[in-house]
């Protein structure tokens, strides 16, 4: 693992310092852009769950990004899909049959408007709300075919803070740094006392659309259940006036109350991506 | 100067990774003797809900066991855990380990045979249709289907609930229409996932009807149990076979099959065969230990619809036969004559 880490740094050394070198001046920030950015890369992700087990189960995952962003004169507006899935295996039982199969989809819509300019710094920030919709699906698998299912559905509005560095007053490198912070959500799945007691559960119809049924049980949750935070760091450099790279480190923890105050679900995200971009 | 920002933004990249998982998330708990049985026993206290039904106290274990693993290795705590488990004598309470597995023992008199159809060409025509799951044949009597269900496995991947192999039950239904009357087989059913033992028991469905009753264990006090829930059958399914039916069971019909039995046993149409099944449905968990080991116990206690409690005790059959050693060294099937004779002289 810390060979890939190794790799994608060096990559971003080498990028960086070529991003570093070239000669593009347009002022960005008096243009509007679509840019349109695929990614992957690697993330490594912790779980702990515990409702399920007392240890920590944490792997990597090879995840696919998708973003399209609309960079206007005094908006952002950003849409975002996220998916990976990956096997996860605690520091204890990792050569016996215990495992997570682990699913982590994510959508997401920002928008900010222009709230604060520092001119010296080359650095704007912007102030919005961010809509976002995940799934953290875990099926934690005992013995040889018996497993649990455990997970996190959140669909939620957030505080979304943003700010863009340009390195230089008339280039095309940007630093982006993003905070998300989620107030309010309606969550599903939420209240089990364990993988089988859950009033949510209880009357189950197993032959309809058990994700209609279970989507009609959520419940609104606030900081007393939810705790979420997400950054993200990018740098955004072009190679002409059409392409470019795009270089993020995204960073997400949530702690989400599984039953009363016994247990919590705390999940830890950190994702390396290199995304090819496209500006419109 | 474009230098120091390179290695300041690598820095802040290395710093936030390696300090997350610390920072954010506790550290394993400590893998020692003690603490594993602390773990084992807080699980059990907060989550198994038949101590009351089997009259186990559960302090008492902790008062006995506790001074023994203080500093044993782990043979002695795979020693104890035994003990525990085989105590406890639930069907579903059961410890896997590298040591060695514990599993529950029935303590019922070894009538039945183990193994399948005993001389089936004496009862049942050859020609066996069959998906992976479900296979189903007729008997020598035409008259007569003859379905074997050995398991209710499958079906608990991520939202898929149920399995959809079950549904060939809709097929089979519509090909036997005619047929005087239906025999299910599962007395080598051990059980599985009851969402797969409803779907096809709905297809005997002549009305929405309880069919049992269960608590469970709500909260980490003794006494937080969740009032009588009541499970219910109602009509699924493109074809309802309301006509003569009868289940065989064995002590070996466990678990989800058990809830099949009590969901057929409230259909006026059904008739069960056999011997009182093994006596644990239970809503089964599993859980792990810092030291991987892995345990499995009940969350619930179910009872048949009229609210007698069945773990530990079984279902009683409405016609009880025993097919023994003897009459299976023979060739006789006993369960099964009984079956077609149950069958045959219904109206």
Redesign the interface.
Known sequence: MKTI?SFI?II??IL??TS?SQEITTDVRTQTHHLITFSSGMS?H?V?DEMM????Y?GTQIPIALSYRYRGLSNRHTVALFYDQSDLK????KN?S?YIKN?NMSFEYTFSTKAWAFENLNTTCFLGARFSCMLN?R??Y??K?????SAEQMTGLGIYFLTETVFRKESNYFLRVEVNIPFISYALLNNR?????SEKF?D?D??KS??WQ?FKKGDLVTFNKLFEIQAE?S?IFFVNAHFGFDLR?H?Q?YSFEQF?S?FRA?V?S?Q?LIGFTVKL | M?MIK?IV??F???L??YG??KM??????Q?TSANNFE?FWKDFNR?YAQFIIRNINWDSVYTKYRPLVSSSSEQQLYSVFSKIVSGINDMHVDL?TPLGDVNWKSKAPDSYPSGRLINAGKYIQFGLSQNSIIEYRTCLNSSIGYIIIPTF?GG????S??DDRYLVIDEILSKWKDKKGIIIDLRWNHGGNS?NA??VA?RFADKLRVYSQYR?????GKQDFSQW?NSTIEP?GTHQFLKSVVILTSRSTASSAEMFVMAMQVFPHVTIVGDTTGGGVG??????????W?YRLS??YYADAQQQVMEGVGISPDVPVLTTVADSLKGIDRILEKGIEVITTSK
Do not use: Q
């Open positions: 880490l740094l971003i050394v960086i310092n570093f490594l912790s702990r087990s007392p240890l920590i944490s605690s520091s204890i039982t016996s215990h699913l699906l099926n934690h005992y013995l075919d018996k497993s649990h299912m006392y364990n993988a089988n007691v209880g189950l197993f032959e058990i994700m279970i760091i740098y480190y960073f923890y009363e016994l705390n830890l950190n390396f | 474009k390179n933004f690598l802040a990249f290395l936030i990774f997350c998982e954010f998330l506790e550290s394993d708990p893998n773990i989550y896997h496995s608990t991947d991520g939202l609930l149920t969402n409803e779907t709905s469970e264990k709500t909260g980490p829930k699924k809503a089964p968990i599993y859980r792990e230990l810092p030291n991987g892995t969350t619930r």
